[in-house]
């Protein structure tokens, strides 16, 4: 059977995987009477509930005599270490962009990727059913953005499709009939993509691209056969970047995509994307072969981490109650085995062996593995992100990571925005209407300055504004950015917190608890209105006596308190302080947690800053 490898490329929230699904539909990979769910891609809880991509995802559908293997990219920058491994696996791509929004920075990350190693792109665009469409003028923008991004004569002479992946067709012209469905689609991938390039009668070939754990099969790794065979119980060995042997060992079970399922199977051709169980050290980027080949395979170099932020282990005195994975040993096992899998990811211990620092492409991506832990039953302390600077070899002057950060606002909103960047040390380098009473504002900023400005961002613009960001290069430090004007209201005992005390404490400032709450020494309970911290006492009940009975005792009105999400706390806290995360509560503490530890750590900061 003939094959076509492709992978879809877009923006988040553009259409992508809707469109997988309606391909997957029309192809006839579903029964007439199976249930579908949406977004069949999204099989993880996360991205099912934020509406994105983070893992890559294959699947296959046959048309006619050809089966076509579909990888479904992330769009986020943030999950990128994915998507450069997939475009090794595939030879075409579909580049998908809105009819009203146009491409995005995160569409010029990935496509930009796709065009360095050589895919031919198909232009799909989608949504073209939108009352603020503006067709024309988005095929102009792909085709600046693919020039811009240095695509060959070749490339640039993309084949251009429209339609509406919800609707389920895509025609030649944006005014074609829907009648046809998906047909042309397929069709030109048939034409326009090649077939996958083997190695004839070489031996058996593959880079690991992709590695997750089976419950039954074990260690699994994807990739694309690019020569030779394989079948189960066929001995191979695994060949890191340099040429050493990493292991040698024997095939167990070999799945292909058939569908959106994976199914056994007896041989695995060369040109097919194929998952190969039975070994337990090869990992990604390896050279899977034939025990005949000692050369490995050059693997595409992933770009380097720019945030990083400490994980540890769980002292409060509430540890241990919510969630039952608590020990160094247990997070270290889990923080390697996601490193595996996932190579933008950096970890490293502490010589204490009780923090662990993990670096990756952004908040983003370390909130969702955050997130993912919370859920799997583990309690950890966070420190708030930090980027990562480099020195400049030949200058010996300190550079940090500068994004691209692209805000589509509305007018009467555009100054607060400006000013806001302005003070996180952005440049701003164009600024244009894009339809609608909206602008686009593109700037270049510090990635330190952008850390929680998405949730301020929608406060300002009363949840109007769309930021995308895209890691641009390392440059000078921009210089001291403000951060939190305001202190925090610190527990000063343990127990549990009492109304009337919350009542007393509302004019010192907003509180992030709730009365009936647990509290301990050290947890940050409230904003303080002025810049110092205050150590206050949420315990405090009201004295009671003949005169003041308890049922003389008026109602006490609480302001609701300040809801803290995973994002919002790691963006708010400062150096000094923790956000303890347990499957069942999102908690802000400070690292030290007895007041005279505070003390002396203090001190010592501002001794060492007087002698510097």
């Known amino acids: 059977m003939a094959l076509r490898n492709i992978a879809i490329i877009a923006h ?32 993880n809880d996360l991205e099912k509930e934020r509406g994105i991509t983070i893992l890559a995802k294959a699947t296959s559908v046959v048309w006619g005599d050809t089966r076509i293997n579909i990888v479904d990219t992330p769009g986020h920058a943030d999950f990128g270490g994915e998507v450069e491994r997939i ?24 496509v930009g990727k796709a065009l360095k190693v050589g895919l031919k792109p198909i232009v799909a665009i989608n949504k073209v059913d939108r009352h603020d469409a503006r067709i024309h003028e988005v095929v102009d923008e792909v085709f600046d953005l693919f020039a811009n991004l240095d695509a060959t004569d070749e490339q640039l002479d993309f084949p251009i499709l429209y339609g509406s992946g919800r609707n389920g067709w895509m025609a030649e012209s944006p005014d074609g009939s829907p009648e046809d469905g998906m047909k042309p689609l397929f069709d030109l991938v048939l034409r326009h993509v090649p077939k996958p390039t083997v190695e004839e009668g070489a031996p058996f070939k593959m880079i690991g691209t992709l590695l997750e754990a089976n419950p039954f099969l074990g260690r699994m790794i994807t990739g694309r056969i690019t020569a030779g065979t394989i079948k189960p119980n066929q001995s191979i060995k695994v060949l890191a970047q340099d040429g050493s042997v990493v292991e040698q060992g024997r095939v167990s079970k070999i799945l292909a995509f058939r569908g959106i399922e994976r199914q056994p199977i007896e041989l695995g051709e060369a040109g097919d994307i194929v998952a190969i169980a039975g070994l337990s050290k090869g990992t990604v980027a390896d050279t899977f072969c034939d025990l005949s080949v000692d050369t490995a395979m050059p693997a595409q170099p992933i770009d380097p981490p720019t945030v990083t932020m400490s994980f540890i282990v769980n002292d409060s005195p509430l540890a241990g109650t919510e969630g039952d994975k608590v020990t160094s ?14 190579v933008a990811l950096k970890i490293e211990e502490s010589a204490d062996k009780d923090s662990f620092f993990v670096s990756g492409r952004g908040e983003l991506q370390l909130s969702v593995l955050i997130e993912t832990m919370r859920r799997e039953g583990f309690e950890i302390a966070v420190s708030r992100p930090r980027v990562v600077y480099k020195e400049d070899e030949a200058t010996g002057q300190m550079l940090e990571p500068i ?58 613009t009363r949840g109007t504004a769309i930021m995308n960001r895209l890691f641009h290069e390392y440059a000078p430090y921009k210089g001291e950015i403000a951060g939190r004007r305001n202190g925090v209201l610190i527990s000063n005992d343990s127990g549990e917190a009492v109304a009337y005390a919350l009542w007393n404490l509302e004019d010192r400032g907003p509180m992030m608890i709730e009365p009936g709450w647990k509290v301990y020494q050290g947890m940050i309970v409230g904003e303080h209105n002025r810049e110092n911290d205050l150590e206050v006492n949420v315990l405090k009940g009201k004295k009671l006596s003949n005169v003041r009975s308890t049922s003389k005792d008026e109602a006490v009105r609480l302001t609701p308190p300040i809801q803290m999400t995973l994002e919002k706390a790691l963006s708010w806290i400062e ?35 007087g002698a510097a």
């Open 329 to 342: 040993r247990v997070i270290r096992d889990r923080l390697l085995r996601e490193a595996e899998g996932n």
């Open 87 to 110: 475009l090794n696996m595939v030879d075409g791509a579909i580049v998908l962009v809105d009819a009203a929004e146009g491409p995005m920075p995160q569409t010029k990350f990935v």
């Open 403 to 460: 994004e691209e950060v692209v805000i589509d606002v509305d007018e009467e909103f555009s100054s607060v925005v400006v000013q806001k960047m302005s003070e996180r040390r952005a440049d701003m380098v164009e600024m244009r209407p894009s339809g609608g009473n909206r602008q686009r504002l593109v700037f270049y900023a510090p990635t330190r300055g952008l850390i929680g400005y998405q949730s301020e961002l929608l406060t300002d």
């Open 575 to 609: 150096d000094d302080e923790l956000v303890e995360v347990t499957p069942k509560s999102i908690r802000l503490r400070k690292t030290y947690l007895d007041p005279n530890e505070r003390k002396r750590s203090e001190k010592s900061k501002t001794i060492q800053v």
């Open 12 to 43: 988040v929230d553009h259409g992508k995987t809707t469109l997988v699904d309606e391909l997957l539909k029309q192809s006839g990979s579903y029964r007439e009477n199976q249930r579908v769910a949406e977004r069949v891609m999204d099989s």
